[in-house]
C-alpha cells in the first residue's frame, strides 16, 4: 500500500528485468528515490540472466516469499558465476552508529558502490532482503580484484538484526543479489567502579579493578577478542601490569587458566606498556570479568613517580564488538628508603673474554626440589653483543644472565617454562651495583632487584635437569657453548638456596655476611682478595676455582683497597669505599664516621 506496510497481495514477482531490458534504474541515490518492493509471492526483483546495466539501488526490499534480487529465477547465484558478485560481509557493530567489514572479490581495479542494510528477521533464507537501507560505500579494487571496506555508517542499528549488502559495478552499473546475512553485534559493556587504587613503594602486585564487571547480551563466546589494559595518564616505563592468581583463575607462563580449563594468553604488561589479554572459544563475558579483576600494578623504583596513573580498560568480544572505555585511578605513594650499605669487602673483575670460576659438579648444587633462590651482586662494565652474558649456571638446571640488551633474564629446568630463557624486560644498569635475585616456589618466579620486585612469572614442575652430563658450577659462564658469554664487569657475594626466600629475607640480607644455615647450599663472598680460590662458606666445601680459559691473559682478578700500616691510601671516587652503595632515591652518600684501628681499618 502507499505507506509501504499493508500486503496488497501481489501474485508474482515485484518487479520483472527481463532480456531486453537494459541501463534501467530502480531507486536512487538520492534522498526519497528508493522504492518498496515487498510482500510479492515471488521474487522482490526477478532478472534474467542477460539482462545487463541495471542497477538497483537504495530500496528497501523485504517481505517477497523468494529472493529480494534474483538472477535467472533460480534462487541464490553464487560468486563467481559469471553475474556481478555479491559483498562477503564479516562483521557488524549494533548501536547508534554501526561499522560493517568484509571484502568483494570482482573485477580488477573497478570502483563499486556497496550498499548496506538491515532486517531484523531473516526471510527467504539466510541471503535474505535489504529492508532498511542503512548507507554506502565506495570501493575499489586491487589488482587481484579484491576490495576491502569497513565503514562506519550514521544508521542506528539494534543487536540482533541481520545485514546483508549489493555491490553495483559504477563502469558497468550492474547490482549484484543480496549477500549472505551476517547478524549485528551488540558490543561488551564494562565498568570499573570503585575508589581509585592506593599502592606503596615496594609493595605486592595490587589488585587495580577488583569490582570489574563485564557483560555482553549476543556474544556465547570471546574467541579472539581481548582485554585490554593501558596507561592513558601517568604511566612510567617503572610500572607494571600483570594477571594474578585468584579465584578460579590460575596462571601457568603466558597462559590464563580458568577452573582448569585455558582460556585466553596475555602479552605485555612491562616498563609501562599496554597488557593484552586474548580470550579463546572456552572463554564467556563472566570468565572475561574474573580475569578483569585479577589484573593488578607494582612498580619497580626505589623512587616511583608519585603523579596519579590512570588506567583504560577496553574489551572487544571477537565477534566485532568494543565496549565503552572504563577507567581506574592508582594513587603512587614513595617512601624514603634507608641507604643500603654494602661490607667494603674484595670482589671480583671478570674480563668478558675467558674468566671465570668453576665450582666443581658438586651434588649439593644440585636442585631436584620446587624451591630455590639464586643471588648475586653484579656490576656489568659492558653487555655482550651476541650472546649476552652470564651470570651462574649450572648447565641444565638453573642459571641467570644478561640479554645482548643488558635485560635480566633467567633459566631453570622445571616444566613451565623449562630449559629456555626468560627474559624480565628489566635493564640492569652499567657500572653500577645491583642486587639480583630469582625465586621459585613450585608455581611462582619472582625476580628482584637491590630487593624490589621486578617481574613475576608462574611457572609449574620441579627443578629437572637438561644437560645430566654438565654439572659443574660456574660464575660469570656456563659449561656449555660458553664462547661469547664471559661476563664483563665484578661479580660478588653469589648464594644458592634449595628454599624460597621472601622479599622482606633478600631486603634484609642482601648487604649482610650470613652464617651457614639451612637451605644456603652455595655461597661464595669472594671476599679472600687474594689467591686464585673462593671458598664456599655454606659449609659444602665446593671452592670456586679461578679460570682463565686460555684467550686471555689472566684469570678472574681481585678487586679491593688494601695499604700498609702509617701509608697513604688514595681511593678513586668511581672505586671508593661508597661504589657498591646505594640510595633508592638516589641522594648523594657520605661517610661520616669510621671506627676501628690498626689492621682493622
Avoid: C
Avoid at 74 to 103: D, E, M, Y
Avoid at 192 to 210: F, H, Q
Avoid at 250 to 257: A, E, F, L
Wanted: aromatic share 8%; proline share 2%.
Amino acid at each position: 500500500d502507499a505507506a509501504g506496510t499493508g500486503n496488497l497481495g501481489n501474485q508474482g514477482h515485484g518487479i520483472v528485468i527481463s532480456s531486453a531490458a537494459y541501463s534501467n534504474v530502480i531507486g536512487g541515490t538520492f534522498g526519497g528515490d528508493g522504492n518498496t518492493i515487498a510482500f510479492s509471492v515471488g521474487d522482490g526483483i526477478s532478472v534474467t540472466s542477460t539482462a545487463a546495466g541495471n542497477q538497483y539501488l537504495g530500496n528497501s526490499i523485504h517481505s517477497n516469499s523468494d529472493l529480494g534480487i534474483d538472477y535467472a529465477n533460480n534462487g541464490v547465484t553464487l560468486n563467481g558465476a559469471g553475474l556481478q558478485n555479491f559483498p562477503v560481509l564479516t562483521t557488524a557493530t549494533a548501536g547508534a552508529s554501526t561499522t560493517i567489514s568484509g571484502t568483494l572479490n570482482s573485477t580488477a581495479s573497478r570502483t563499486f558502490r556497496i550498499e548496506f542494510f538491515a532486517n531484523a528477521s531473516i526471510d527467504s533464507g539466510t541471503y535474505g532482503q535489504g529492508r532498511r537501507y542503512l548507507g554506502f560505500v565506495n570501493v575499489t579494487t586491487n589488482g587481484s580484484g579484491v576490495g576491502t571496506f569497513s565503514p562506519t555508517l550514521a544508521s542506528a542499528v539494534n543487536g540482533g538484526e541481520k545485514i546483508t549488502a549489493t555491490a553495483t559495478d559504477l563502469t558497468t552499473n550492474n547490482t549484484s543479489e543480496f549477500g549472505l546475512n551476517i547478524v549485528a553485534n551488540s558490543a561488551p559493556v564494562i565498568s570499573t567502579s570503585g575508589s581509585p587504587i592506593a599502592y606503596t613503594e615496594n609493595a605486592a602486585p595490587t589488585l587495580v579493578a577488583p569490582a570489574f564487571t563485564a557483560t555482553d547480551s549476543d556474544s556465547a563466546n570471546f574467541n579472539t577478542g581481548t582485554l585490554t589494559v593501558s596507561f592513558s595518564a601517568g604511566g612510567t616505563t617503572n610500572d607494571r601490569l600483570m594477571v594474578t592468581q585468584g579465584g578460579s583463575v590460575t596462571i601457568v607462563g603466558s597462559t590464563i587458566r580458568y577452573s582448569g580449563t585455558q582460556v585466553a594468553t596475555y602479552s605485555g604488561g612491562g616498563s609501562g606498556s599496554p597488557l593484552v589479554i586474548t580470550f579463546n572459544a572456552s572463554s564467556t563475558a563472566s570468565i572475561a570479568q574474573d580475569v578483569g579483576r585479577q589484573i593488578a600494578y607494582f612498580n619497580t623504583s626505589d623512587n616511583p613517580s608519585t603523579v596519579s596513573r590512570t588506567l583504560n580498560f577496553a574489551l572487544s568480544d571477537g565477534d566485532g564488538g568494543t565496549s565503552n572505555t572504563a577507567q581506574k585511578t592508582i594513587n603512587v605513594t614513595a617512601v624514603a628508603d634507608a641507604p643500603i650499605a654494602v661490607n667494603d669487602r674484595a670482589s671480583l673483575t671478570f674480563d668478558g673474554i675467558d674468566d671465570y670460576v668453576n665450582a666443581g659438579s658438586g651434588s649439593s648444587l644440585e636442585i631436584t626440589g620446587s624451591t630455590m633462590t639464586l643471588e648475586a651482586w653484579v656490576n656489568p662494565a659492558a653487555y655482550n653483543a651476541t650472546s649476552g652474558s652470564m651470570i651462574l649456571n649450572r648447565e641444565g638446571e638453573y642459571e641467570i644472565g644478561i640479554s645482548d640488551t643488558g635485560t635480566l633474564r633467567w633459566a631453570i629446568t622445571n616444566t613451565n617454562p623449562g630449559w629456555a630463557w626468560l627474559d624480565t624486560g628489566y635493564v640492569v644498569p652499567l657500572n653500577t651495583w645491583s642486587h639480583l635475585a630469582v625465586t621459585y616456589d613450585g608455581t611462582v618466579v619472582n625476580t628482584y632487584v637491590n630487593g624490589t620486585l621486578v617481574h613475576v612469572y608462574y611457572g609449574t614442575g620441579n627443578v629437572g635437569d637438561a644437560h645430566a652430563d654438565k654439572d659443574s658450577f660456574r660464575i660469570g659462564s656456563r659449561e656449555n657453548a660458553p664462547a661469547g658469554q664471559y661476563f664483563n664487569g665484578q661479580i660478588d657475594d653469589v648464594r644458592i638456596w634449595n628454599t624460597t626466600r621472601s622479599e622482606a629475607q633478600i631486603r634484609a640480607n642482601l648487604n649482610q655476611v650470613l652464617t651457614p644455615q639451612a637451605g644456603l647450599i652455595g655461597y661464595w663472598q669472594f671476599s679472600e682478595g687474594s689467591g686464585s680460590t673462593s671458598s664456599d662458606t655454606s659449609g659444602n666445601a665446593n671452592t670456586g676455582t679461578f679460570v682463565d680459559g686460555g684467550s686471555g691473559t689472566v684469570g678472574p682478578q681481585w678487586l679491593r683497597h688494601t695499604t700498609n700500616q702509617n701509608s697513604t691510601l688514595n681511593v678513586s671516587a668511581a672505586n671508593g669505599v661508597l661504589a657498591n652503595d646505594r640510595d633508592g632515591e638516589g641522594n648523594a652518600l657520605t661517610v661520616s664516621q669510621i671506627n676501628g684501628s690498626g689492621g682493622n681499618v
